[in-house]
């Protein structure tokens, strides 16, 4: 049975779900809310399963706000100088003109609807997934030899992180996309760190919201 409910093996079986439901026609136009299902069920079945509560997921109250204010935090540390480079890569490295977007784009429902979008079918599956079922089963075996920023964690740390950067490689096979490593990092620090993924939800809505404004840009 727990080879069955590896996470590992839970990995594989939920890409090669979406990668199966984007070879059906039937099923493409409706791929985003398959991964969402996927991404969000999967670990509520295993919750049952093995009769485990929420909060091991860091599904819980308690430190949810403290997790949520140090998102913010870090997203306006970070943020700031991720724009200024891909300012600098866009025109001097592919050549391609800036500017704002229109009021238009900005104010159009469809603008609005993907925005909540990025949050209800992107950030909030893929947390519950990756920080909050994936990394807290890998956790429970790590000696935890790693001290980053207050944050005592291991090899878990940086796997979990492999298999969300590899992951988004099923679809779009394109390796610019391994890139997610490095936020999916801040995005453990800040489960890890209140034992929340409150945080990392917010973490990771934002910085989808910062890249559709900032592609937006593109001219």
Known sequence: MKLFTSPFIIFAVALAAIYGADKLSMARPYLGAVA??????IPIILL???????????????????????????????????CIGF?????????????????????????????????????????????????SELRQKDKRTIRLFGVRTG??????????AAGHLVLVPDIARLAVFFPGLVMSWLREKDDNIAGSVVFHWLSDVLAFLLFATLR
């Open 155 to 164: 090899a878990s740390f940086f796997i979990v992180n492999m298999l969300f």
């Open 48 to 82: 049952f399963v093995e009769k485990k509560t929420p909060a091991f997921y860091g599904i819980r109250k308690k430190g949810a706000g403290k997790s949520i204010a140090r998102a913010l935090g870090a997203a306006g540390i970070i943020f700031p100088v991720y």
């Open 36 to 41: 969402a299902v996927v991404f969000l069920y």
């Open 87 to 135: 300012y600098l890569s866009m025109r001097y490295i592919y050549h391609l003109d800036i500017g704002f977007p229109g009021e238009a784009f900005l104010y159009e429902p469809h603008t609005l609807l993907f925005v909540v979008n990025l949050l209800l079918m992107v950030a909030i599956p893929e947390e519950v997934f990756y920080r909050g079922y994936i990394e």
